[in-house]
Structures are given as structure tokens and as C-alpha cells.
């Protein structure tokens, strides 16, 4: 099959920074945390790639460490949100009644808090760190996941094939595992690939409000927050993780739509 | 004689890319003259007649060739002009009365928003002419319709209001394409037959495009056949339907089914599916505080079916006959009755051996094939419940997929088949498992003529093979009376008519079964009517 140029970018971009993680838990170029009073601010420089921060602490090595933070949750919690989101949603979309009442009701209130605020009355309660971040984004941001989910599954256990399915004996599980869930992926990714990108932005801003990773620990949401008041002096300060941000994003959504395509037969042969 | 109204010269229709569609295609329509366009999916009529409106689909350019009406070169004109024709001069009513009204707006407004921009009249004036179009298709309360909106009417109906608002202007030449596809047999001719009083009314010439041969012998003066977007044959429709020249044009009309010799096979005994006083109740619609009365979809049907017989089942949308064949394989929860499978109660519990000894066949072979599917896993996929062990299974698959003229398919997708051959992989799932009872809902109204008739004798050679017993569910009389050994007449719910098929079509006894056989749209080779 051929690549296309957007997939080859996306690889790439994805590429580079599982590269980058993996390798900032062997080494970086100076330890993220050593702070340095007297290389305060230092603009980029041959010995400073991206520079100081207001700590004097490497800027490119602060990047390569929070890479592993930032995507270790990200990751962590589009999974989690998912899981629980297609699980929820399918049995709610397919066997309806009373219990899809109940979820959705309970669904419905989750969705109607901002995402953020119901994340950060969770992390208040469980506590500012990585398992807490993970656990109050993905309870914030599962709700969408069901809610998608389940108006999928609703129009597809109406079609044929499924009846289909059931007549040939096959168990209400089996047709949705085999011939429902499968069908429901091309939202699902979509979904999965852009909510990637809000659970980095909403790291950043958790982590921005103090509830996030508590610093010394870089990620980029932290690094970002921390910039702030240096923006006019120091801005690789907030280029540097504002643009592995971006590019992070660009890259995900370009793989996440490559996988959508190939993963449907009627457009795997294009 | 005057020159005809329309004249269309040589035309040629490609896609963008440059593949065509239509090539080189000529016939002409005089006025008042009823003309229908023949021809099976592909073939080009539709985009030949949207050619004569200047309304061809996005992808699809118009080449060479030139289309007059009235002498005049519709191909010259600019968009502008072209829409100052589109309704006063040629009007057109489409194929999907369910999605060609707005479903926003109410009849009035959309049958007045034509009249008012093409004729300056006062709004009591367009109104009155409304409502007299109205009465004229035999809308019974024509004001109430007026102030409605679309989703209170029928498929039926809804072709009725679309003819009104498109017959109010008087074209000269009206295009239907497949204007009664959607409908049932009943609802065809009533539409069709207001259709062409209209038309005659107002001297209207009319281009029927249709697959539907026995409307062509019904309603059409001449005919003109076409074939991937080339031009066959014309003539008049007798002479197509009765003498055709071509090979293609013999192919159609030897497509049609054919009543086969009654008593070929020998009665059968055993009873495979028997059900008595089967009633299937459909809830009425929720309300803030109540349910409104729920109606019978199936109302106390007694029917019994032996081995490797095929019952036909046949009456007008919503006379129940699809719900009854879903309750017989206990897809459905019943009201009431009981349903005994190979002398077995299966009314409470079905058990496994009833799920797996009765299948279906859908009407639509597009939704009924996971589009995730692989056809070989998808004809595989009955297997799973049978202990065999891998080796036979496959080979079992390949046979099977053999048998039904799709060897060698096994790795294709779905979306990768034409329609006919997705319906053979239907038909595949559901006997490779070798059931005792088929259930067949409408299983060929999806395909063309040529398609329905070689699927149709595949079902036969297969029900002849392997012995099951078969509901088949049609309101295509024409397939009914090839395929059948005996025939029930269904409305609403109830079965009006039963007996065996040469005693349903030769003597039918209730008014309703006269009524579907009148309307049937069978061609009678000696009884045409002249032109």
C-alpha cells in the first residue's frame, strides 16, 4: 500500500517523540531538576539548545523529561476514557432500557459540568499527582467518549446485518463484539485522536493552576504555566513546549486519520 | 405532423475523469406522447433524463449532442434560462417521495412556492389552484392537506402532492423517474393511472424512466431501451415487449418471470412450520401521560408450511406480511398465539436447534453484509455453531460459495460486489448451515430485472437441492407466480386469501386479491393496449 504524505508526517512527528521520551528516561543533556541561580534566563546557545529557565535549568532537557510525563498521562487517560467510554456506551446503546436511562442520566450530569471544573473538583479530593490527573481527566472527558458511542451503536444495532447476526444464533455479545464495535471504531478514533490533544491542554492547564504535576517534575503543561510571566523577555521560554505541543497535536491527528482510513475497507484500497 | 417536442441528438454524458456514461443517444418524444425510457441500474436513463433539465449530478459533464424542445437547443442556454423551463415547461417527479418534500415546510407552501414564481397571481388565486390540483389527485380534504406537512402522508401519498405541485404549472413534457419504485403494487397504479389522466388531461407528453417492464406495456406508447448508456432499441412498447429486435431487449423480457408448470413437485408431508392464531401487537406511540392504542401488525394468522414448499406471502405495505415472517423465527415478541417448529412448541423458549434450522433472507443486500467482513468469513460465520472440523469447514465455505456462482470471491469486501452478487452471499449464510425453514423477505426487489431472475432461479435450484421449506415474503406478484407453490393474500394482518397459486391468480375469490392481481404490473402479451 502507499503511504500517503500525511500519514509519512504524522509517523515521523510520533517517531520523534516516543524517541525523545524513551530516551529522557536514560539520559539528558543536564539533569531537568539542577537548578543553576547564576544561568538564569540564558537565550538559546550552543550549550543551551532552548535555553534557561527563571531556575537556570535546561530548557531541552525540562522538554525531554516532560515529554515522558505529558504522554504517559495523555495517553494514560485517553485510554482510561475510552475503555470506560465504549464500554459504557455500547451496553447502554445496545440492550437500551432501564439501564441506559440510568447511565445516561448519570452521563448527562457529568457532561453538563465543564470539563475541566469536574477534573479539578476530582483532583481536590484525590490529590495533586500523576494517577490523580489521569483519573479526574478521564472521568471528565469519558462522558463525550459514551455519549458518541452509544448514538452509534443505536443506529447500527438497527441495521440488518446485526438482525442477521442474531438470527444465525450468535449471542447478543458476539454481535455486538464482532459485528457492532467494530463498525463504531471510525468515531471512536476520531474522538480518541482529537481528545488527545484537550488532555494535554488540560494538563497544561491543571498543572497551570497548581493542580497539576507538582513541580519540580516538568511536563509541558507546568513549563508553559511557568513561563508566564517571562513571555516578553524569555518567549523560547513558552515557544519550546508550545510548540512540542502543537506538533504533538498535528502528528496525532494525522496518524489518528490514517488509522480511521485504514482500518475501513472501503477506503483502505484508495 | 409537427416536429416533436423533444428531440435529443447524439448526446453523450462522461464523468469528469472522462469515462462516459451515455454515448451517442437519440430518440425523440411528441407531444402528449408517453414515452418510457427502459433500462436496468447503470444504464444511463436517469442521467439522460436530468440531461434534458440541465440537472445532472455533481462528477457527471455533459459531451456532445443536442436536446431540443421545441426546436430549441436546450444545450445553449445558460443556467438562467434553463430555470425559467424547469417547471412551467418540463416539470419532473423523482423516485423517493419520502425525501423530495421539505420536510419543514407545509404542503401549500411548497406547492405554492412554484406557482407564484413562475406565473404572477394573486396568493387566493395560487391557493384555489392548489387545492383544485389537490382534489384532482384525489387528496381527500384537500384545505387540511394545504396547512399539513409531509410527514403526515404515506410514500403514496406524498407521490400524489409531488405530482399535484409539479402538474400545477402544465409542462408540456413531464420526466418520472421511477416515480412508483418505492411504492406497493396497490399505490402504483393509483398513482400511475392519475399520472397519466393528468398528463392526458393537459396534453402533457410524459418520459416514464423505468425498470419495470409490465409498466411499459401498461402505460407506455412507445419505448426506447437502453443499455450501459448506449441506445438499444425503440419502438412502440408493444412491439419491444412482444417482438424485440435485439439480443439485449430479448434478454429483459425473457427476465420476466414466467408462471412454471403447477404439480412439479411432489406434495410434501411433513409439517416444517405451522402457526396458529398468531397475533404480533405494535405499541402506540408514547405520550406525556399515556400510550396511544397500539394496533395488530399480524392479527390471528393460522399457516402451516411443509418441507420444500414455498409459501408466498404477499398484500400492500402494512398488511403485516414482514412481521409475520419475523415472528415465525421468533424475532419478535407475539401478542398471543403459538408457533410449532418440526412438531415442536417454540412459542416461549426457541432453543438452539430452532435458531439454527431457521433463517432469513433480507430484502436490502446492501445492510444485511457487515461491511467489516470478508465475504468467505461472512458465509463462514453460520459455522461457528456446528462441530466441524477446520479443514471441512472451508472446504464447506468454498462449495457453498460455489454453489450460489461467486467461487474464487472469498477475499472480496462487500462494498466490492454488485448488487445481485451480495444477495447470493445472503442466500449462502443462510443454507450453508442447511436450515429446515427460509424465511425470504422480499429477497430480490432490490435487484434488476435480469439480476431478479437469475437469483430467483438459484433460490428455486437450491430449495430443490437441499429440501427446506420457504416463506416467501413479495409484493412483486410477477415473482410470486414463478416461484410459489402456494399463495396467502395478507391485509392488514389478517390473511384474507389462501390456496394454491394457479387457484389465487386464475380464481381469486376475495375483492382484495382481485384488486393486487389487477394492479399488478404484469405484462399480458396478448392484451396490451393499443396506442
Redesign the interface.
Known amino acids: 500500500m502507499r503511504i500517503r504524505a500525511n500519514t509519512a508526517i504524522g509517523g515521523i512527528l510520533i517517531a520523534l517523540l516516543g524517541g525523545t521520551a524513551l530516551a529522557a528516561v536514560a539520559w539528558t543533556p543536564f539533569d531537568p531538576l539542577r537548578v543553576n541561580l547564576r544561568a538564569r534566563l540564558q537565550p538559546p546557545s550552543a550549550q543551551h539548545w532552548l535555553g534557561t529557565d527563571e531556575f537556570g535549568r535546561d530548557v531541552l532537557s525540562r522538554i525531554m523529561a516532560g515529554a515522558s510525563t505529558s504522554v504517559l498521562v495523555a495517553v494514560a487517560t485517553v485510554v482510561l476514557a475510552v475503555t470506560v467510554g465504549v464500554l459504557i456506551g455500547s451496553v447502554s446503546g445496545y440492550w437500551r432500557g432501564w439501564a441506559d436511562r440510568l447511565i445516561m442520566a448519570v452521563n448527562d450530569a457529568l457532561l453538563a459540568f465543564p470539563g475541566i471544573l469536574l477534573a479539578l473538583g476530582v483532583m481536590i479530593v484525590i490529590g495533586a499527582n500523576s494517577i490523580g490527573i489521569v483519573l479526574a481527566l478521564a472521568l471528565a472527558y469519558m462522558p463525550s467518549v459514551a455519549r458518541v458511542v452509544r448514538g452509534t451503536v443505536l443506529s447500527l444495532r438497527e441495521?440488518?446485518?446485526i438482525?442477521?447476526?442474531?438470527?444465525?444464533?450468535?449471542s447478543e455479545l458476539y454481535s455486538l463484539l464482532?459485528?457492532v464495535l467494530?463498525?463504531a471504531v471510525a468515531p471512536v478514533a476520531v474522538l480518541a485522536t482529537s481528545m488527545f490533544g484537550w488532555v494535554l491542554l488540560a494538563e497544561s492547564a491543571l498543572s497551570f493552576l497548581g493542580l497539576g504535576v507538582p513541580p519540580p517534575a516538568p511536563t509541558w503543561g507546568n513549563m508553559l504555566a511557568a513561563s508566564r510571566p517571562y513571555m516578553e523577555n524569555a518567549a523560547w521560554l513558552s515557544i519550546a513546549p508550545g510548540l512540542c505541543i502543537a506538533l504533538t497535536l498535528l502528528g496525532i491527528n494525522l496518524l489518528g486519520d490514517a488509522l480511521r482510513d485504514r482500518l475501513?475497507?472501503?477506503m483502505a484500497q484508495r | 405532423m409537427t416536429a416533436p417536442l423533444l428531440q435529443i441528438e447524439g448526446l453523450g454524458i462522461a464523468t469528469a475523469a472522462g469515462a462516459p456514461i451515455v454515448h451517442d443517444v437519440s430518440f425523440e418524444i411528441g407531444r402528449g406522447e408517453f414515452v418510457a425510457v427502459v433500462g436496468e441500474s447503470g444504464s444511463g436513463k436517469t442521467a439522460a433524463a436530468r440531461a434534458v433539465l440541465g440537472l445532472l449530478p455533481a462528477g457527471l459533464v455533459r459531451g456532445q449532442g443536442r436536446i431540443l424542445l421545441d426546436g430549441e437547443d436546450l444545450t445553449a442556454l445558460s443556467q438562467r434560462q434553463l430555470r425559467a423551463l424547469r417547471g412551467p415547461v418540463i416539470g419532473m417527479v423523482f423516485q423517493e417521495p419520502m425525501v423530495s418534500l421539505n420536510p419543514a415546510l407545509t404542503i401549500g407552501a411548497q406547492m405554492m412556492e412554484g406557482l407564484r414564481l413562475h406565473e404572477r397571481i394573486a396568493k387566493d388565486e395560487a391557493r384555489r389552484r392548489c387545492l383544485d390540483m389537490l382534489a384532482r389527485v384525489q387528496i381527500r380534504d384537500p384545505a387540511r392537506t394545504f396547512d399539513a406537512y409531509p410527514h403526515e402522508f404515506s410514500g403514496g401519498m406524498r407521490q400524489r402532492i409531488m405530482l399535484a405541485s409539479v402538474m400545477l404549472l402544465r409542462p408540456k413534457l413531464l420526466i418520472a423517474d421511477e416515480p412508483t419504485t418505492a411504492l406497493d403494487t396497490l399505490t402504483q397504479r393509483e398513482v400511475l393511472d392519475l399520472m397519466v389522466g393528468l398528463a392526458r388531461d393537459h396534453g402533457t407528453a410524459m418520459m416514464l424512466i423505468t425498470h419495470n417492464l409490465g409498466l411499459v406495456a401498461r402505460y407506455a406508447q412507445r419505448a426506447v431501451v437502453l443499455c450501459r448508456g448506449r441506445l438499444v432499441e425503440t419502438g412502440t412498447a408493444q412491439q419491444v415487449l412482444t417482438s424485440p429486435r435485439e439480443a439485449y431487449t430479448r434478454e429483459l423480457v425473457e427476465a420476466l418471470p414466467r408462471r412454471a408448470a403447477a404439480g412439479s413437485r411432489p406434495p410434501a408431508q411433513d409439517v416444517v412450520m405451522a402457526v396458529r392464531g398468531l397475533k404480533v401487537a405494535f405499541p402506540g406511540r408514547q405520550r406525556l401521560f399515556r400510550r396511544d392504542a397500539g394496533h395488530m401488525a399480524v392479527d390471528g394468522v393460522d399457516l402451516t408450511i411443509r418441507a420444500g414448499e414455498t409459501v408466498a406471502v404477499v398484500g400492500g405495505s402494512g398488511s403485516g406480511k414482514t412481521t409475520l415472517g419475523r415472528a415465525m423465527l421468533r424475532l419478535l415478541p407475539l401478542a398471543s398465539g403459538e408457533v410449532r417448529f418440526l412438531g415442536r412448541d417454540v412459542t416461549s423458549a426457541t432453543g438452539r436447534e430452532f435458531r439454527l434450522a431457521a433463517q432469513l433472507v433480507f430484502q436490502d443486500p446492501y445492510s444485511s453484509l457487515d461491511p467489516r467482513m470478508r465475504i468467505g468469513d461472512i458465509v463462514a460465520e453460520p459455522l461457528r455453531h456446528v462441530a466441524l472440523p477446520g479443514a471441512e469447514r472451508a472446504s464447506r465455505v468454498t462449495a457453498m460459495l460455489e454453489e450460489v456462482g461467486l467461487s474464487g470471491l472469498a477475499q472480496r469486501w462487500p462494498h466490492e460486489l454488485s448488487g445481485g452478487q451480495r444477495q447470493r452471499v445472503a442466500i449462502a449464510r443462510a443454507i450453508i448451515r442447511r436450515p429446515a425453514f427460509v424465511v425470504a423477505d422480499e429477497p430480490v426487489s432490490a435487484l434488476d430485472m435480469t439480476i431478479q431472475a437469475q437469483v430467483l432461479k438459484l433460490f428455486e435450484r437450491l430449495q430443490a437441492q437441499y429440501g427446506f421449506a420457504c416463506l416467501f415474503i413479495s409484493h412483486d406478484l410477477a415473482a410470486v407466480e414463478q416461484i410459489a407453490d402456494r399463495v396467502v393474500v395478507m391485509q392488514a394482518g389478517r390473511i384474507v386469501e389462501q390456496g394454491s397459486r394457479d387457484d389465487v391468480f386464475d380464481r381469486p375469490q376475495h375483492d382484495y386479491t382481485k384488486a393486487l392481481l389487477a394492479a399488478a404490473p404484469i405484462v399480458a402479451f396478448s392484451d396490451a393496449v393499443p396506442a
Open positions: 441495521k440488518e446485518y438482525e442477521a447476526s442474531r438470527v444465525l444464533g450468535n464482532r459485528h467494530p463498525n475501513d475497507p472501503r
